[in-house]
């Protein structure tokens, strides 16, 4: 009788560094203690507020016709505050869009990835397979712009456009916008919506408690003799909620405009800062409604990986891909030791994504020109093509007009 192979699920072998809760089903980011740290930040004045507002329902000295932290208060900040949290929860733990990792390095008999090693746009894939060479870069068209899509060292994979890798969870995250340390995740395709509410609300709490706390010191000032400065004596926990509140306004309100300007012209954080759109023409923006529509009305795609599912050790992602331990050649993107891959196919799950408005490259005329510049002049170190444009900053993936293509290259 066959032993049975060795299983696991997914989530108990995964190579990347999340932080895995209930069985695989909540998904953190390695620096995921930070939620300790926001949650106190958030919960803190509101307990505060809080208890300001049963102190004076309580209290038999206060005019309870003039007291404006009533129960219609404590009730509203209540609800308010789980409504953070809860975003915060949604936003920290869930797959952000990770892409599956392929198992192996393209094959050789795929022409549209594997080119012949006297391309100077190639690079080796690893030490295993020293004959496979492959482009750093594939030409996608997006709304009739030519995008640039990299080759990722690290999970052996064409990353989808607006895909890019983050060097703390060490994964290719699609619509990557930034790593949040304060919610210890990516921010993404996933979890974008959930991440502008959370930052949104919290802005909102600070106005709200900053408001009532004024209010508050306002309506005691006849106690006091009219004097606003003995009020705010008296009331010394409104005080120092203004304070917290109002330096915090200005992390969060802030981060909360800038975001409102991302969303409303289709950007990341990630291409705001690298790419600088307002330069050139964006090819994903579709007018400032439409572009928040997309983020707030359209159907969360689902999740790529099915981490609670089983695998053994015969699997392709139990012996390779997301699996494999960090060893062998340099990795241009994290800086660090790349990936041995045993042998193994494409994850099936991979295979079907569907990149929408995504097109390859054809019959564009002449590739630009390149250069191939040497990481090391040690025999079989890692080189690498890079891309330039005349009168252009040296980034990939850059942006060009088919126009502009057709008419220099």
Known sequence: MEEEPNRRRLYQVWRGSNKFLCGGRLIFGPDAGSLFLSTVLIIGPLVGLCCQCITKMNSSTSDQKKNVLGLPVLIATVVLGLADLAFLLLTSSRDPGIVPRNARPPECGDEQQVV???TPSTEWVNAASPHLRVPRSKDVVVNGCVVKVKYCDTCLLYRPPRTSHCSICNNCVQKFDH???????????????????????????????FALSWLNIAAEREEYGGSLLKSMGGEVLSVVLIVYTFVSVWFVG?????????????????????YRYDKKENPYNKGALANIAEVFCTRMPPSLNRFRSWV???????????????????????GRKGVHYSPGGI???LQGMDYSEMEKMDGMGRRPRRRTCSLSHRPGSTTWAAEEEEGKENVA?????????????
């Open 347 to 349: 994850p099936a799950i």
């Open 312 to 334: 053994s050790e015969d699997d392709d992602a139990y012996s390779g891909g997301v699996l494999s331990p960090i060893s062998g050649g340099l990795d241009l993107e994290m």
């Open 254 to 274: 802030g981060l909360t405009l800038f975001h409102l300007y991302l969303m409303s012209t289709n950007q990341t954080t990630y291409e705001n800062f690298r």
């Open 179 to 209: 790593h949040c340390p304060w919610v210890g995740q990516c921010i993404g395709l996933r979890n974008y919506r959930f991440f502008f509410l959370f930052i949104s609300t919290s802005t909102l709490l600070c106005f709200y408690v």
């Open 116 to 118: 012949d090693m006297t």
């Open 397 to 409: 993936p850059q942006l060009y007009r088919t126009k502009m293509l057709r008419g220099h290259l």
